[in-house]
C-alpha cells in the first residue's frame, strides 16, 4: 500500500509521500530529469450511497488522506510512486519503445508455458515486494504504543495481492464491544468492481514483469464459461488437481499444495480492530463443484451467459448496487442474471465461478488466496474489456456519485498507491493501459428474425439457380434434338440422291 521510504514517523507526519527515483536530495518524483512532480491529493469529495452511513470512522474514506496528502504525479509516460518506472506496455530510457503485453487463455498455452507461469507464481508466493510495506493497524494505532514506531510490515509480492483486496473488503471497526460494520465494500457491489479488479491485476503483473526482469510478461486468464462441473484447470501442471486423500484438499503434486493462507483470523480482526498482517497459517482449501449444500453453484457458467450480458447497453444502473437490473456491470459481478434481471438467488458469471471452488477462492476476504482468481479475474477483465470495445462510452456513463463508498467515478481506489481513481481504469485497455487479450468469444446464436431472413434468401437463390438450371436443361434438349435431326436429314437426302442418279441413268438408256 504505501512506499517503504514514506512510512518514517516524520514521513506519515508531514502527509507528504514524494520519493526520489535515485535517492538524491530535492529530486522528489524524478523532477530534475522532467519524470514528474509532487501533488496535493484529489479526493473524490460527491456524495456517496446510503449503504454506508458514517463518517470519520474508517481509515478509508477518502483514500488516501487518512494517511497522506500529497503525491508523485508523473509525466508523460512515466509511472510508480517515485516516477521511476514506465507505464506498462513501454519500456527503455525515456519510457518510449512499445511492447506487447498479450494475455491469452491458459488451456491454450504450451506446456512450457504453464510451467513458466506456475513457477513465476510461486516466485510472487516468496519474494518480498522490493517497494511497497502493508500497515497492521488502524491509523489511530498506526504509531505503534511508544507514538514512534510505525506499525508496517515486509509482504510478499503475491501476499500484497491478497492483502489488498482483504483490506478493501474488510468490516469498518466501530469501537471495543460494539459490532464491525460489514455494510462497506471497497471493491465488490458497486460499478468500482470491474475498475478496481483491473488495476489490482494490473499492479500484480507490474510487480512481477519487474521480478522476472520480462516487461513482456503477461498473466493468463481461465475462461470459466465452459458449463459444465469439471474445473478444467484444476490439473497438477496448472493451478493443482484434487488431493486423493482429501476432497477439499490440493494435490501434493501441485507446489500450490504447499502454499499458506494469509487474512484468515477475520474474527479477531472484526473484534479486535487489528488488521490482517503478512502471517501465512492454513492450506489452500478448494472443492470445485463440491458444495452439495448449494447445487446451483455446482456447475460453471454457460458460453451464453458471457454474450448475454455482454449485451446489456447500461455500464450501471440506479443504485449502482448489488440490486441493480439491466446493469452490465452486476450481471458480470453475478448478482443479477446475466440478460440483466436482479434476483436475490441468482448468482452467475464472476461470483458463480468464486462460488464453484467451494474453499478458500469462495470466501471474499481470503479468497485471492487460491491463485485461481488470478486467472478468473482476467477473464472477468476480459469480458470487462470487450464490453468496453463493442459499446464505446465515454467515462460519462460511470456514475459520478450516489455509488456505494469508493465506488464514484472519482474516487481513489482503496488501498492503492500513488493514488488511482476508478474513472482511470475505465477506458479499452489495448489503447490506454498497454495490454490486450487474445480470446475468441462464442458465436451468438441467430435470432428467429435473422432465421426466417436467412432462410428467405436461401430459398430465393436456391429457386433461382433450379430455375437456371432447368432453363439450361431444356436449352441443351432442343440444341441436342436438332442436332440429331441434322444426320437423319443429311443421310435422307443422300439416299434420294443416289436414287435419283439411278434413275436418271436407266432412263437414258431407255
Ligand atoms: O471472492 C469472492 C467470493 C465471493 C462469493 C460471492 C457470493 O456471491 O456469495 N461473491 C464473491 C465475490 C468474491 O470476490
Redesign the pocket.
Same mark, same amino acid.
Not at 184 to 213: I, N
Not at 261 to 278: F, M, P, Q, R
Not at 340 to 368: C, E, K
Given at each position: 500500500q504505501f512506499p517503504r521510504e514514506c512510512i518514517t514517523p516524520e514521513g506519515l507526519r508531514s502527509g507528504q509521500c514524494c520519493p526520489s527515483p535515485t535517492g538524491v536530495a530535492r529530486d522528489e518524483c524524478g523532477s530534475s530529469t522532467g519524470r514528474g512532480q509532487c501533488v496535493t491529493i484529489a479526493a473524490d469529495n460527491r456524495r456517496h450511497g446510503p449503504q454506508y452511513p458514517y463518517t470519520e470512522r474508517d481509515d478509508r474514506e477518502r483514500w488516501p488522506l487518512r494517511f497522506f496528502n500529497r503525491t508523485c504525479q508523473c509525466n508523460g509516460n512515466f509511472s510508480g510512486y517515485n516516477c521511476g518506472w514506465c507505464k506498462h506496455g513501454l519500456t527503455g530510457p525515456n519510457c518510449d519503445q512499445r511492447i506487447s503485453v498479450v494475455r491469452r487463455n491458459i488451456m491454450q498455452m504450451s506446456t512450457a508455458e504453464k510451467q513458466a507461469f506456475v513457477n513465476a507464481l510461486d516466485q510472487a508466493k516468496r519474494t518480498v515486494h522490493p517497494n511497497l510495506v502493508i500497515c497492521t493497524r488502524r491509523y489511530q494505532e498506526v504509531f505503534g504504543p511508544d507514538g514512534n514506531t510505525p506499525q508496517f510490515e515486509n509482504i510478499t509480492i503475491y501476499n500484497y495481492f491478497v492483502w489488498s483486496?482483504y483490506y478493501s473488503?474488510s468490516k469498518t471497526y466501530l469501537g471495543p464491544g460494539q459490532a464491525s460494520f460489514g455494510g462497506v465494500d471497497f471493491?465488490?457491489e458497486g460499478p468500482g468492481f470491474v475498475t478496481w $479488479?483491473r488495476f489490482h491485476l494490473l499492479q500484480l503483473e507490474k510487480d512481477m514483469q519487474d521480478m522476472l526482469g520480462d516487461p513482456t510478461f503477461a498473466l493468463p486468464y481461465w475462461n470459466f464459461a465452459i458449463g459444465g462441473s469439471e474445473c478444467d484447470i484444476c490439473t497438477d501442471d496448472l493451478l493443482g488437481a484434487r488431493s486423493t486423500f482429501d476432497l477439499n484438499s490440493i494435490s501434493t503434486n501441485s507446489v500450490f499444495a504447499q502454499w499458506r493462507v494469509i487474512c484468515e483470523s477475520v474474527e479477531d480482526y472484526d473484534t479486535l480492530g487489528t488488521i490482517c498482517n503478512s502471517t501465512e497459517s492454513s492450506p489452500i482449501r478448494r472443492n470445485p463443484a463440491g458444495n452439495v449444500a448449494r447445487p446451483m453453484v455446482q456447475r460453471l457458467p454457460e458460453p451464453q451467459d458471457v454474450l448475454d450480458c455482454l449485451e446489456l447497453n447500461a455500464f450501471d444502473t440506479p443504485p449502482y448496487y448489488s440490486t441493480s437490473s439491466e446493469s452490465f456491470r452486476n450481471s458480470i459481478? @453475478?448478482?443479477s442474471a446475466p440478460q440483466g434481471m436482479y434476483d436475490p438467488v441468482i448468482?452467475s458469471l464472476?461470483?458463480?465461478a $468464486? #462460488?464453484f471452488l467451494n474453499g478458500t @477462492? @469462495?470466501?471474499? $476476504? #481470503?479468497?485471492?488466496n487460491d491463485p485461481i482468481?488470478v486467472l478468473l479475474h482476467t477473464f472477468t477483465d476480459a469480458i470487462f474489456d470487450e464490453w468496453l470495445r463493442r459499446h464505446q462510452p465515454g467515462d460519462i456513463v460511470y456514475p459520478e456519485e450516489d455509488a456505494p463508498i469508493g465506488h464514484n467515478r472519482r474516487f481513489n481506489m482503496v488501498p492503492f498507491w500513488p493514488p488511482v481513481t476508478n474513472a482511470e481504469m475505465f477506458v479499452p485497455a489495448p489503447e490506454n493501459l498497454g495490454y490486450s487479450y487474445e480470446v475468441q468469444w462464442p458465436a451468438r446464436p441467430l435470432t428467429l428474425s435473422e432465421i426466417i431472413t436467412v432462410a428467405i434468401v436461401v430459398a430465393v437463390v436456391v429457386v433461382a439457380a433450379l430455375g437456371g438450371l432447368i432453363a439450361c436443361a431444356v436449352r441443351a434438349r432442343s440444341q441436342g434434338s436438332a442436332e440429331t435431326l441434322e444426320p437423319l436429314l443429311a443421310e435422307t437426302y443422300r439416299r434420294y440422291s443416289e436414287e435419283d442418279r439411278r434413275l436418271d441413268k436407266s432412263q437414258s438408256v431407255v
Amino acid at each position: 500500500q504505501f512506499p517503504r521510504e514514506c512510512i518514517t514517523p516524520e514521513g506519515l507526519r508531514s502527509g507528504q509521500c514524494c520519493p526520489s527515483p535515485t535517492g538524491v536530495a530535492r529530486d522528489e518524483c524524478g523532477s530534475s530529469t522532467g519524470r514528474g512532480q509532487c501533488v496535493t491529493i484529489a479526493a473524490d469529495n460527491r456524495r456517496h450511497g446510503p449503504q454506508y452511513p458514517y463518517t470519520e470512522r474508517d481509515d478509508r474514506e477518502r483514500w488516501p488522506l487518512r494517511f497522506f496528502n500529497r503525491t508523485c504525479q508523473c509525466n508523460g509516460n512515466f509511472s510508480g510512486y517515485n516516477c521511476g518506472w514506465c507505464k506498462h506496455g513501454l519500456t527503455g530510457p525515456n519510457c518510449d519503445q512499445r511492447i506487447s503485453v498479450v494475455r491469452r487463455n491458459i488451456m491454450q498455452m504450451s506446456t512450457a508455458e504453464k510451467q513458466a507461469f506456475v513457477n513465476a507464481l510461486d516466485q510472487a508466493k516468496r519474494t518480498v515486494h522490493p517497494n511497497l510495506v502493508i500497515c497492521t493497524r488502524r491509523y489511530q494505532e498506526v504509531f505503534g504504543p511508544d507514538g514512534n514506531t510505525p506499525q508496517f510490515e515486509n509482504i510478499t509480492i503475491y501476499n500484497y495481492f491478497v492483502w489488498s483486496h482483504y483490506y478493501s473488503v474488510s468490516k469498518t471497526y466501530l469501537g471495543p464491544g460494539q459490532a464491525s460494520f460489514g455494510g462497506v465494500d471497497f471493491s465488490h457491489e458497486g460499478p468500482g468492481f470491474v475498475t478496481w $479488479h483491473r488495476f489490482h491485476l494490473l499492479q500484480l503483473e507490474k510487480d512481477m514483469q519487474d521480478m522476472l526482469g520480462d516487461p513482456t510478461f503477461a498473466l493468463p486468464y481461465w475462461n470459466f464459461a465452459i458449463g459444465g462441473s469439471e474445473c478444467d484447470i484444476c490439473t497438477d501442471d496448472l493451478l493443482g488437481a484434487r488431493s486423493t486423500f482429501d476432497l477439499n484438499s490440493i494435490s501434493t503434486n501441485s507446489v500450490f499444495a504447499q502454499w499458506r493462507v494469509i487474512c484468515e483470523s477475520v474474527e479477531d480482526y472484526d473484534t479486535l480492530g487489528t488488521i490482517c498482517n503478512s502471517t501465512e497459517s492454513s492450506p489452500i482449501r478448494r472443492n470445485p463443484a463440491g458444495n452439495v449444500a448449494r447445487p446451483m453453484v455446482q456447475r460453471l457458467p454457460e458460453p451464453q451467459d458471457v454474450l448475454d450480458c455482454l449485451e446489456l447497453n447500461a455500464f450501471d444502473t440506479p443504485p449502482y448496487y448489488s440490486t441493480s437490473s439491466e446493469s452490465f456491470r452486476n450481471s458480470i459481478e @453475478g448478482y443479477s442474471a446475466p440478460q440483466g434481471m436482479y434476483d436475490p438467488v441468482i448468482r452467475s458469471l464472476h461470483n458463480l465461478a $468464486h #462460488l464453484f471452488l467451494n474453499g478458500t @477462492g @469462495g470466501q471474499t $476476504h #481470503l479468497s485471492p488466496n487460491d491463485p485461481i482468481f488470478v486467472l478468473l479475474h482476467t477473464f472477468t477483465d476480459a469480458i470487462f474489456d470487450e464490453w468496453l470495445r463493442r459499446h464505446q462510452p465515454g467515462d460519462i456513463v460511470y456514475p459520478e456519485e450516489d455509488a456505494p463508498i469508493g465506488h464514484n467515478r472519482r474516487f481513489n481506489m482503496v488501498p492503492f498507491w500513488p493514488p488511482v481513481t476508478n474513472a482511470e481504469m475505465f477506458v479499452p485497455a489495448p489503447e490506454n493501459l498497454g495490454y490486450s487479450y487474445e480470446v475468441q468469444w462464442p458465436a451468438r446464436p441467430l435470432t428467429l428474425s435473422e432465421i426466417i431472413t436467412v432462410a428467405i434468401v436461401v430459398a430465393v437463390v436456391v429457386v433461382a439457380a433450379l430455375g437456371g438450371l432447368i432453363a439450361c436443361a431444356v436449352r441443351a434438349r432442343s440444341q441436342g434434338s436438332a442436332e440429331t435431326l441434322e444426320p437423319l436429314l443429311a443421310e435422307t437426302y443422300r439416299r434420294y440422291s443416289e436414287e435419283d442418279r439411278r434413275l436418271d441413268k436407266s432412263q437414258s438408256v431407255v
